[in-house]
């Protein structure tokens, strides 16, 4: 891949620092966050009975039932973050795992403002988390470098592979699945439209680099 491909340029801060940089500020970070919140973290409690009887808590108060749309969608996508970790963890793809970082993050974001009812917060989600056209464009961006990688495409491709692209292939049907549910949920309720679209370059993106993941280990593509 190229220089370019290999960046994507899908970094939260838009901005490219050295893998040592990133990694002292990585481990900054999680200092200045540890301490700070660890008194709060101690008091919380991973099970907490409120959802026994079969709703949930939202961001900003008010409960639903837990097979409610705005839950189905942000399960979906919690279930697509979790995906994405497994892609990075099951055959670790340096280049790859640089752009799946920052789009899981880009999902913690989108989880939040599915879960949150009020229309503005939802845009103050997407803004603090630089989720905006611009994003859009780096994902397109990423596609076409990609594309600039791999023989055309003539035929549809089977999913499989190396385990990496194997893994990708099955995040990219969860996105898909995420893209449904949200487009469901806005039949009942506004949401930006920006998650929707976010989401459908966001599958693309994963079928590419799951093509890109197949050549990078030499797995091959098996064609229909």
């Known amino acids: 891949m190229s220089g370019a491909a290999a960046g994507y340029g899908l970094n939260s ?18 200092q200045v966050v540890f301490s700070s919140q660890f008194r709060r973290f101690q008091s919380m409690k991973i099970y907490t009975k409120t959802g026994d009887t079969g709703d949930t808590g939202l961001f900003g108060g008010g409960r639903v039932q837990k097979d409610d749309p705005r839950v189905e969608a ?14 990075r963890a099951v055959e670790p793809l340096p ?3 640089e752009v799946l970082v920052p789009m899981q993050r880009d ?13 503005e917060k939802m845009h103050n989600h997407l803004a ?26 003539k035929a549809f491709i089977i999913p499989g592979g190396s385990r990496k692209g194997a893994v990708l292939h099955v995040a990219r049907t969860v996105c898909r699945r ?8 806005q ?11 976010y989401l459908n370059r966001m599958s693309d993106l994963l079928f590419m680099l799951a093509r890109v993941a197949n ?10």
């Open 107 to 119: 999902l913690f974001s989108i989880g939040a403002l599915l879960a949150t009812p009020d229309l």
């Open 178 to 185: 995420a893209e449904r549910r949200v487009v469901h949920l």
């Open 74 to 87: 942000y399960g979906d996508v919690d279930e697509l973050n979790a995906v994405l970790g497994l892609a």
């Open 128 to 153: 603090k988390a630089n989720i905006d056209d611009q994003r859009i464009r780096d994902l397109e961006r990423a596609i076409d470098d990609c594309e600039k990688e791999l023989e055309p495409l």
């Open 95 to 97: 280049r790859i795992d």
């Open 215 to 224: 050549v990078l280990t030499g797995a091959g593509e098996v064609t229909w």
């Open 13 to 30: 801060k838009r901005t490219e620092e050295p893998p040592a940089a990133r990694s002292r500020s990585a481990d900054s970070t999680w």
């Open 187 to 197: 039949r009942e309720v506004e949401i930006p439209p920006l998650v929707v679209i």
